[in-house]
């Protein structure tokens, strides 16, 4: 029987490690999802997602990776990771719409401005409805790119500026 009850003990430790690197916890055998607020949008909730930076990209390596037509296609994750961690995080913040087509699982930081490109700590469920949307967040995203890109603004401060408030990031650099 010990060996069974040892088995049994890290399936149980393996379940609950599984379970909080899927942002949830366990509690007398049932498991719940982390409270992440809505009240930051149309922000993450820091505290959820604060951000994430690719190692890959820094100030030195921009001409070899953002500043590069179609790299961010070799480091975007699979729909299928993105759609399977959307569906977690859309109950996380206690969205009362849970449908994944309402959503974009959008990098805070993103992969354009050297955004982590698997990382939780740096996708969450964007709505898509809304006056201040992911595709408004796109536009920001291309321009603070570009600017980059030509050496007007340094890499940490678009990413800087993005973190902040991205509805603000271009005023706050003076490209608006």
């Not at 922000?43 to 390596?61: E, R």
């Not at 921009?62 to 500043?67: D, H, K, R």
């Not at 977690?88 to 087509?101: K, L, P, R």
Request: proline share 6%; charged share 15%.
């Amino acid at each position: 029987m010990p060996r069974i009850s040892r088995s049994r003990s890290l399936v149980t430790a393996l379940s609950s490690l599984a379970l909080a690197a899927a942002g949830l916890t366990v509690a007398a055998g049932t498991a719940h999802a982390q409270s992440c607020s809505q009240d930051y949008l149309p922000l993450p909730d820091p505290s959820c997602q604060p951000g994430d930076f690719n190692p890959d990209v820094t100030q030195s390596t921009i001409g070899s990776t953002i500043c590069v037509s179609g790299w961010t296609a070799t480091v975007r994750p699979s729909s299928s990771y993105t759609t399977a961690l959307k569906k977690t995080q859309i109950v996380e913040y206690g969205f009362t719409d849970t449908s994944t087509s309402d959503y974009e699982e959008d990098h805070f930081v993103p992969l354009e401005l050297g955004g982590s490109p698997k990382s939780a700590l740096n996708l969450w469920p964007e709505p898509q409805y809304g006056t201040k949307t992911a595709a408004n967040k796109d536009t920001v995203e291309n321009k603070l790119k570009k600017a980059v890109c030509a050496g007007t603004v340094t890499l940490a401060d678009a990413q800087d500026a993005i973190v902040t408030d991205w509805t603000t990031a271009l005023s706050d650099l003076g490209l608006s």
